[in-house]
């Protein structure tokens, strides 16, 4: 498996649309009650948060980047290094 790099913001709305989707299988199980107008506003607050999160890993990841020396960063071929995170 190739690897990746780590993606918060993916996690974060993964984990808000998991958890409306538990809300609905509860509620359709006949375990709770939910209003109906409860998906609008838990999955817009999931993708926004995991918007501003994803956003702020990318900053991070920029400034990490800048601050790594640059050499490196070519093969002995002259092509980029496939493997660097980002």
Request: net charge positive; hydrophobic share 40%; glycine share 16%.
């Amino acid at each position: 498996m190739l690897r990746h790099s780590f993606q918060p913001g993916r996690l974060v709305a993964g984990v808000f649309l998991t958890a409306t989707g538990v809300i609905y299988a509860g509620d359709a199980g006949g375990l709770w009650d939910v209003p109906r107008f409860l998906i609008v506003p838990l999955v817009t607050a999931g993708l926004c948060l995991a918007g501003a999160v994803g956003t702020l890993a990318g900053a991070v990841r920029r400034h990490r980047r800048s601050l790594r020396p640059d050499s490196g960063t070519r093969t002995d071929t002259g092509g980029t290094r496939a493997d660097l995170p980002g």
